[in-house]
């Protein structure tokens, strides 16, 4: 095994075709190194998976150049669905670099992605990144011989204080191939030559990288590289390539991947050992202490507790009772909506458009008050805790805390992270669900977020009902949801096929967050989060009013009473916040909210109310995103079976209260 | 080599639970929760095989987990190593998953290289590097060790 390298001439970045791909394990600032190359702002978070799809923003320092994030890749051939995102970068987008960002205080991971990437001969550059907190831990680097070593540009970087950039943009104006390569087994080595002589000049001109790279990515059984193959070449010339590497396999006893990999790692090492030096600083301090607590056995609950307890306070409390309260009796009631009223009558002689704008279903005192003063004050709490969470580094902690609950339901604790996600944006956490391994996870994540899992909005204004009503009204919600969703989980892995993958997760070291990556990560989700709710209530506002007026709704009601009043045991005007529910399950909390604060709904009615709109079918832009992220089938499946299951538990529910007496 | 568990309050002497010729041939040793020691014959109690001093002792982060602290005569997985200790990693079981291998070679965690148990419970938390990984306690028990590199030294052998 040993290293071949011919030097390369340099050529400048802006005269060759193509674009950047910034590539990377996850979780080591690839996110904020874009925001600080491109200008442009993406979500950076302290957990692995912030990034499950492309990014592309314009280099600022070179022309006509684009920079693409890529989601992090722990290894090549990928496993996740998000990794295979930044396969399918390599092997189809014309690039003419790649920059690896890399931990600096792991090297030996980092080189390993480095030679894979640097195999593949596109011109790579080396971020190491993070070397202030390699520095504080004692790690130091030779970089310059590195660089020498690998012969390509290698730049220390601290992105988050911006220090290396400039170095790191002279490095991207001007660099050129790279000519690395290792040497692997005889077979192996007759493998590659075998499958190269096969397509040399024939099929692979649609990729940037070398057909001895591709030939490395298929006998490892890369998934990516074998769709992509199977779409280059004819159904033969594809079966030969399955018996070539099904011959090569016959000289190994361990799989092809890991006899590749295993040469790799042996000439990491080997640098590793040259280039690295440490002075045993290594772990120490409150946050290792911290770390440790966060993931005991005891004691990470008893922190889990404070964390919800924190967050009900500050979201529940703060947000969904105070603010909520200030905005919506005071700034509202008492000053915009009488205002806005009497503009209203005063220009508008139409009384169908007054009506329209202002009436009991009009654009403004239904759709732009709840949007405005209901839901806004909530969901802005709720993203400015998620966001410290996120910053903080705790969420993969939950993820291996919480493994044993999420074994019962066929999952591992990785799945905790699209589950709190949810509980922000069930649209948002449905895409994170890439960051799960199989199929068979991410389908049972997405119909447990269907069904149980309220967005930060709706659960706002949840909490906020079930706290004026006691504490047990809280408490019986929380029950029935947890007992609905460990059923319908437990009996979901039963049904689902396919075998339940293991917990492997990093830690990252658990930081300080920083206030300003808080504010304004919260400002961009908030920007989002309103562009989707405002339309969605103005329609639903016109939707309410027309039926209203046509006088629909009231027949709506009528024929909705058996189930409504006859089985549930709510008051027929229920009906109105059911329908509206189906745009937005907030939306029809909202509805049952004001139902409250006008005095009717008894304390029975208003748990049932609650479990029931929280079963009910996520927002029309969920079961989009869940047709898109699977297929149509599945998403009307899901709404299928999540609407009557939802109707069910809160008849049920309400026979059992009436039942024991409660309330 | 056995694991030396238990440290006698009489003698001083450092033994495994069952060292003792008595508690060996004993008929009712399995559920026993008392040790003797085999210099001075000093009965104390093992602390480690009382699932409420477990239970206790989980309170105690730096304590390690009692039920993976005693390594037996066959003993050479992750997860029987005790929470503390670094490790030489000798290989991986037959049936270990090989995507889950291939995530945990890219992290550096390979055969001869060196590990550091965090924990065992809820999940084994090792670190290597600069870098801690979770992992479920079925994986630990795929992965197998070198026994007598097991130490308590915060830096382990060169």
Not at chain 1, 377 to 395: C, K, N, R, W
Not at chain 1, 486 to 492: D, K, P, R, S, Y
Not at chain 1, 626 to 643: H, Q, S
Request: aromatic residues 8%.
């Amino acid at each position: 095994m040993s290293l071949q390298y011919n030097p390369a001439i340099p050529v400048k970045t802006e005269d060759r075709e193509g674009s950047i791909a910034l590539v990377g394990h996850p979780n080591v600032g690839k996110s904020v190194l874009f925001q600080k190359l491109t200008g442009q702002r993406v979500i950076v978070s302290n957990y692995p998976g912030t990034t499950v799809e492309l990014a592309r923003g314009s280099l600022r320092s070179i022309p006509d150049t684009i920079l693409v994030d890529t989601p992090g890749v722990i290894t090549f051939p990928p496993q996740s669905e998000d990794e295979q995102v930044t396969g399918r970068v390599l092997l189809n987008e014309p690039l003419k670099a790649i920059l690896q960002v890399g931990d600096a205080k792991n090297l030996r991971r980092t080189l390993t992605l480095t030679v894979q990437l640097a195999e593949m001969g596109v011109p790579l550059i080396l971020a190491l990144n993070m070397m202030d907190e390699a520095q504080s831990r004692g790690v130091t680097l030779k970089h310059a011989l590195l660089a020498e070593t690998l012969s390509i540009p290698v730049i220390p970087t601290t992105a988050t204080r911006g220090r290396g950039l400039q170095e790191l943009i002279n490095a991207l104006e001007e660099c050129c191939p790279s000519q690395f390569r290792l040497i692997y087994p005889a077979e192996i080595e007759t493998a590659v030559d075998q499958f190269c002589t096969q397509f040399a000049d024939k099929h692979l001109k649609n990729t940037p990288i070398t057909p001895r790279s591709l030939a490395l990515l298929w006998l490892s059984g890369d998934p990516v590289t074998e769709k992509w193959m199977r779409e280059q070449v004819e159904g033969g010339t594809f079966q030969d390539l399955v018996t070539l590497r099904h011959t090569v396999q016959l000289s190994f006893v361990d799989p092809l991947a890991q006899v590749i990999q295993g040469v790799r790692l042996d000439y990491v090492d080997r640098i590793v050992s040259l280039v690295l030096q440490e002075s045993g600083l290594g772990w120490r301090g409150k946050s290792t202490l911290l770390s440790g607590l966060t993931t005991h056995p005891i004691w990470g609950w008893v922190i889990l507790g404070g964390v919800l307890y924190a967050l009900y306070w500050f979201v529940g409390v703060f947000g969904a009772g105070f603010l909520v309260g200030l905005l919506e009796e005071n700034l509202f009631g008492q000053i915009i909506n009488p205002w806005v009223e009497g503009l209203v009558m005063r220009f508008v002689s139409l009384p169908f458009l007054a009506d329209l704008l202002v009436g009991e279903y009009g654009l403004w005192t239904l759709g732009m008050t709840y949007a405005l003063a209901l839901i806004l004050p909530i969901v802005t709490t709720f993203f400015l805790a998620f966001g410290i969470l996120e910053d903080s580094g705790y969420l993969p902690r939950l993820a291996a805390l919480s493994n044993r609950l999420f074994h019962r339901l066929g999952l591992n604790g990785k799945a905790v992270l699209p589950m709190v996600l949810g509980l922000g944006c069930v649209t948002m956490a449905t895409l994170t669900t890439r960051v799960l391994e199989t199929r068979r996870e991410r389908l049972l994540v997405i119909l447990l977020l269907s069904l149980a899992i309220p967005c930060s909005a709706q659960l706002g204004v949840i909490m906020g009902m079930l706290a004026g009503v006691s504490l047990t009204a809280v408490l019986i919600w929380s029950a029935v949801l947890g007992v609905v969703m460990l059923t319908i989980g437990w009996l979901a892995a039963r049904l689902v096929p396919g075998e339940r993958t293991q917990l492997l997760v990093e830690l990252p070291p658990l930081r300080w967050p920083v206030l300003s990556n808080v504010v304004v990560k919260t400002a961009a989700r908030i920007e989002w989060y309103l562009k989707e709710v405002v339309p969605i209530f103005l329609l639903g506002a016109v939707f309410l009013f027309l039926l209203d007026r046509t006088g629909i709704l009231e027949r709506i009601i009528r024929v909705g009473e058996p189930l409504v009043t006859g089985w549930l045991g709510l008051p027929p005007e229920a009906s109105a916040a059911f329908l509206v529910g189906f745009m937005r399950r907030d939306f029809g909390a909202t509805g049952f909210f004001v139902m409250q604060s006008q005095g009717l709904l008894t304390p029975t009615q208003i748990v049932v109310a609650m479990v029931t709109i929280t079963l009910f079918i996520p927002c029309v832009a969920s079961v989009m995103m869940i047709a898109k992220e699977r297929n149509w089938k599945t998403a009307m499946g899901m709404v299928l079976m999540v609407i009557p299951l939802a109707f069910f538990v809160g008849g049920l529910l309400s026979r059992l209260l009436t039942l024991i007496g409660w309330g | 080599m056995s694991y030396l568990d238990i440290q006698c309050p009489m003698c001083g002497q450092q033994y495994a639970s069952q060292e003792h010729q008595g508690c060996k041939s004993c008929p009712v040793n399995k559920n026993c929760t008392l040790v003797c020691c085999p210099a001075c014959g000093y009965q104390t109690i093992n602390a480690r095989k009382s699932k409420f001093a477990r239970l206790v002792q989980m309170l105690f982060p730096n304590n390690p987990r009692s039920d993976h602290n005693e390594l037996g005569e066959g003993g050479t997985t992750l997860a029987e190593v005790p929470a503390g200790c670094k490790v030489q990693v000798l290989a991986f079981s037959e049936d270990f998953p090989a995507d889950r291998r291939a995530y945990l070679q890219a992290y550096g965690l390979v055969p001869d290289y060196w590990v550091q148990v965090l924990q065992h419970s809820p999940v084994t938390i090792v670190r290597l590097d600069h870098l801690e990984l979770a992992l479920e306690n079925e994986l630990a028990r795929g992965i197998k060790v070198y026994q007598h590199t097991i130490t308590q030294e915060s830096d382990p052998p060169k």
